[in-house]
């Protein structure tokens, strides 16, 4: 582990905490491999309803989800994350991104999307550029209704 690397940009000498939410067990695997490779330490949730119970439990420093996921969708996750004003930077990867939604309802759009099937250098890129925004405040005047 490399105290120097974006992973460590707050000068933390521990891995940064991501939550990954996918219900595909091959996807999940695959980017819990991935994340762990990058020196981050991981949870997952098999669905949004876990996910949200473990954002509300755990001070994650990134979200990565799915979209399509039981019990709880990553736009309807998204949703509730604004109207609690969680400040998390959140990569949603999927394989159809709801453009009309966040067309519809501004406040649900991520941070990043990536589209399935994504290569594993831009997911990589894509937690560090996300890791690097961090927590930030959302525009004035974009609420839920």
């Known amino acids: 582990m490399n105290p120097t690397s974006p992973s460590h940009c707050s000068g933390e000498n521990r891995p940064i905490r991501i939550l990954l939410a996918e219900d595909d067990p091959e ?3 695959l980017g819990v491999r991935i994340l ?7 949870d997952t949730a098999f669905d949004g309803e876990k996910a949200w119970e473990a954002l509300n439990r755990v001070n994650y420093r990134l979200l990565v989800t799915d979209n399509a996921m039981p019990r709880l969708s990553g736009l ?3 949703a509730k ?3 609690a004003a969680l400040l998390i930077p959140v990569i949603m990867i999927s394989g159809s991104v709801p453009e009309e939604s966040f067309r519809l309802r501004p406040w649900l759009r991520p941070d990043f ?3 399935k099937p994504f290569e594993v250098p831009a997911l990589m890129q894509t937690v560090e550029a996300a890791l690097l925004l961090g927590a930030r405040p959302r525009p004035v005047g974009i609420q839920p209704t």
């Open 76 to 78: 309807d996750l998204m």
């Open 81 to 83: 994350i604004r109207a």
């Open 36 to 42: 762990l490779r990058m020196g981050h330490s991981v």
């Open 27 to 29: 996807i999940r695997q």
């Open 113 to 115: 999307v990536l589209q």
